[in-house]
């Protein structure tokens, strides 16, 4: 995890704007924001510099108990996302205290943002890797298999990281250098240049520089 600030944020969705010159630009629309501090860890005490925070307010009633109770010391009553940010110096920040998308992101700087890529379930070496697969005609009995995969008497084993059917997307995905086109604060909006990683509604982690 990178040791700089950032703030939370839920993607909205994709559209396009038009800067000055009347160039179309493609944006993601992200709901950044405001976040609730709600521990300070310090190296002293926890191994490393960092701050807890929360997004997305939750009724009191759908809390656990364990949970309440750690986020009612900052005065507050539960959040749907709660993650953590590694700071340099932890003693800026206090419990309780928001963080506001106008204060982490400015219009024209680059920033890095993490999510988690789109599921696409379990697929085969066509869709997943790439493969060309075998002939498309009836007499062939090679279509979409993978193939060989195996060694003769030495290894005798398959080797790591052969490229075989599995699980595709739904990884941690992270796109540095991504543009603030636009920073409107009154709505907690923020407009960055081109996609990001996840589907909508996902949850989004975005450093600043």
Not at 11 to 25: A, C, P, Q, S, Y
């Amino acid at each position: 995890m990178p040791k700089t600030m950032g703030i939370l944020g839920k993607k909205i969705g994709m559209t396009r704007i038009f800067d000055e010159l009347g160039n179309v630009v493609p944006v993601t629309v992200i709901e950044a924001g405001p976040c609730k501090v709600l521990q300070v860890k310090s190296e002293g005490t926890d191994g490393y510099n960092a701050i807890q925070v929360g997004f997305e307010e939750k009724k009191a009633s759908r809390v656990n108990k364990p949970i309440a109770g750690h986020v009612a010391k900052a005065g507050a009553t539960g959040f749907y996302h709660i993650r953590e940010f590694r700071v340099v110096d932890p003693a800026q920040y206090k419990l309780g205290q928001d963080i506001s998308l106008d204060s982490i992101l400015q219009i024209g700087m680059n920033v890095d943002v993490q999510g988690t890529s789109k599921g696409h379930g379990f697929q085969g070496v066509m869709k997943r890797h790439g493969f060309k697969g075998g002939g498309a005609g009836h007499g062939s009995t090679f279509h979409r298999a993978p193939g060989s995969i195996g060694c003769s008497a030495w290894p005798s084993r398959v080797v790591k990281g052969k490229k075989l059917p599995g699980r595709m997307g739904n990884n941690t995905v992270l796109k540095k250098n991504v543009v603030v086109v636009d920073v409107r604060s009154e709505e907690n909006i923020v407009l960055l240049k081109g996609p990001v990683p996840g589907a909508k509604n996902g949850l989004l982690k975005i450093f600043s520089k």
